[in-house]
């Protein structure tokens, strides 16, 4: 009886362990979990943290580059309209330089122009010097197509030039090309350099040079604005401005780009090379200063055949 009790009360106190053992690997694994899930939850906050910091960042990032970019953007607008300003202020300037040239006493003689193939005129060209000096100036080319005148191509003139030179010189300069291989040259080369790509000389103004013998391939007429002991045009460097003419025939848009095509180093020539409807569809796109020099030269030549 006694070892029956005995036994019984063993096999209470093994449940009564058990149980214990039991709930308490319970609790043991419940305040596991929790602390797994604490865990996991701060992970993901962690995560949500980092990720909404470089959204952010991103956000931040991306607009300050849309700034930069519309900021760039403006500048070269910006830059593109005043270097359109330049070139139409050079193409009107040039018109008046053409009328004056040859209509006041000691212009350039009819038989010159009557033999141009190509003309220069650089207005108000701004020369510097003190022994050693040098020049800078915007104009226009324009070349003879079937007895009629392009519209005109935006060139530049630079170089240095040694001689007996002292102090400032503004004045404008016209230069009578006499073949379109000299025209043809100017186009071809980035630079082309009056005296090595063509011969140059120094024309003489008024009924006195009209019977003027000359080989030369370019013949030049300076008009002065200042005092300047010293001129010749031998050094001077010629360039046809690739940027100058993109935006003075506004080749961003679409209806010129449609004509004119997308090789803007192609431009100058196109412009001179352009006769009969081209030369209509040409002119409906050209800006006015353009067309309106054109015409100008046009009238010029037909008034001294």
């Known amino acids: 009886m006694n070892r029956k009790i005995l036994y019984g009360a063993m096999a209470l106190l093994l449940v009564f362990s058990s149980g214990s053992l039991v709930s308490a690997a319970e609790t043991d694994r419940g305040q596991r979990s929790e602390e797994g899930q604490m865990t996991d939850d701060n992970r993901t906050t962690d995560q949500n943290r980092m990720t909404d910091r470089d959204r952010t960042d991103g956000t931040t990032g991306g607009a300050m580059q849309s700034q930069e970019q519309s900021a760039g953007g403006d500048t070269d607008r910006a830059e593109m309209t005043e270097t359109r300003q330049d070139a139409e202020e050079a193409a009107h300037n040039a018109a008046t330089v053409l009328q004056e040239f040859t209509g ?18 650089i207005p108000n060209v701004i020369k510097a010097g003190l022994i050693a000096g040098g020049r800078f100036g915007r104009g226009v080319l324009l070349a003879k197509n079937q007895d009629q005148w392009s519209l005109p191509v935006i060139v530049n003139i630079g170089g240095a030039s040694l001689g007996a030179q002292i102090g400032v010189e503004q004045s404008d300069l016209i230069m009578v090309f006499r073949n379109p291989q000299a025209v043809e040259k100017l186009l071809a080369d980035n630079e082309f350099t009056l005296g090595v790509d063509a011969s140059v000389a120094a024309g003489s103004a008024g009924a006195k040079a009209e019977g003027m013998i000359t080989k030369a391939d370019v013949i030049t007429y300076q008009r002065s604005k200042g ?16 940027k100058a003419m993109a935006a003075f025939y506004r080749t961003d848009e679409p209806s010129v780009r449609a004509y004119y095509g997308e090789d803007d180093a192609q431009l100058a020539r196109k412009v001179l090379n352009s006769s009969g409807q081209q030369e209509q569809q040409a002119g409906q796109i050209a800006p006015a200063s353009a067309k309106n020099l054109q015409a100008v030269m046009n009238q010029i030549t037909s008034t001294n055949r």
């Open 227 to 242: 005092l300047f002991a010293g001129v010749a045009l031998t050094g001077g460097v010629l360039d046809v401005d690739e």
């Open 104 to 121: 006041e006493q000691g212009s350039i003689p009819a038989s010159v122009l009557e033999q141009a193939q190509g003309i220069v005129v």
